[in-house]
């Protein structure tokens, strides 16, 4: 009897062991207070970063000479500093320096919003008047320091000044911007070129020699 009371207490030592370990495997693994006090705190601080990227989503955005064209106009604000494109000669300018158009600008953001697909994402709607350029570039010097460029030069050797082009119709409609693309990394020949064959198709500058 003796033996078997003492090997009942022991089962019962046992348990309690195992119980009380159980127990404090249990409210070790729980979570803390203080865990979700932090935790809590991290997803405000989250939400506050994502409400602050947010924040200019879907604002309507009404231009002005003072506006801050680089936060659409990314790209073309990046080439100031691009020694590839012709804007990074042009870096102490302010973009409505030569953007002076301001009603067209109005128009052309009419409708636009921060931070969704309305936003402008390229100048493809406004232009720069060739009067822009020549107030710091004369037309007479540009022809003279041009007058022994090969750029424009056709399948049968003819070779046209870029800053002298024959006086007709057509020609009255070539702007500055036609061939200087201020904000692309592609070289000032090939645009040239292109613009001409956009009308001489088959590379011929001679009038007439296509639709006589």
Same mark, same amino acid.
């Given at each position: 009897?003796?033996?078997?009371?003492?090997?009942?207490?022991?089962?019962?030592?046992?348990?309690?062991?195992?119980?009380?370990?159980?127990?404090?495997?249990?409210?070790?693994?729980?979570?803390?207070?203080?865990?979700?006090?932090?935790?809590?705190?991290?997803?405000?601080?989250?939400?506050?970063?994502?409400?602050?990227?947010?924040?200019?989503?879907?604002?309507?955005?009404?231009?002005?000479?003072?506006?801050?064209?680089?936060?659409?106009? =990314?790209?073309?604000?990046? $080439?100031?500093? @691009?020694? +590839?494109?012709? %804007?990074?000669?042009? !870096?102490?300018? *302010?973009?409505? /320096?030569?953007?002076?158009?301001?009603?067209?600008?109005?128009?052309?953001?009419?409708?636009?919003?921060?931070?969704?697909?309305?936003?402008?994402?390229?100048?493809?709607?406004?232009?720069?008047? =060739?009067?822009?350029?020549? $107030?710091?570039? @004369?037309? +007479?010097?540009? %022809?003279?320091?041009? !007058?022994?460029? *090969?750029?424009? /030069?056709?399948?049968?050797?003819?070779?046209?000044?870029?800053?002298?082009?024959?006086?007709?119709?057509?020609?009255?409609?070539?702007?500055?911007?036609?061939?200087?693309?201020?904000?692309?990394?592609?070289?000032?020949?090939?645009?040239?070129?292109?613009?001409?064959?956009?009308?001489?198709?088959?590379?011929?500058?001679?009038?007439? /020699?296509?639709?006589?």
């Amino acid at each position: 009897m003796v033996e078997k009371a003492a090997q009942a207490k022991m089962s019962c030592v046992v348990i309690a062991l195992i119980a009380l370990i159980a127990s404090a495997a249990f409210f070790g693994c729980a979570p803390q207070e203080r865990d979700l006090s932090e935790t809590g705190e991290n997803a405000s601080a989250v939400k506050g970063e994502d409400a602050q990227d947010n924040s200019t989503q879907g604002v309507a955005f009404t231009w002005t000479a003072e506006s801050d064209c680089a936060m659409c106009h =990314d790209k073309e604000a990046s $080439s100031q500093q @691009d020694s +590839a494109c012709t %804007a990074s000669q042009h !870096a102490d300018l *302010t973009c409505a /320096t030569c953007h002076a158009d301001e009603a067209g600008l109005v128009a052309a953001h009419e409708g636009a919003e921060m931070g969704s697909d309305k936003a402008a994402s390229a100048l493809v709607t406004t232009s720069v008047d =060739d009067a822009v350029c020549q $107030s710091c570039h @004369d037309q +007479a010097e540009l %022809a003279t320091k041009t !007058a022994e460029c *090969t750029v424009l /030069t056709d399948s049968e050797g003819t070779v046209v000044n870029p800053h002298q082009l024959p006086e007709n119709e057509d020609h009255a409609a070539t702007e500055c911007i036609s061939c200087h693309k201020m904000h692309s990394t592609t070289a000032v020949d090939k645009t040239a070129t292109r613009y001409c064959k956009s009308c001489h198709h088959t590379d011929v500058y001679s009038c007439y /020699t296509c639709h006589a």
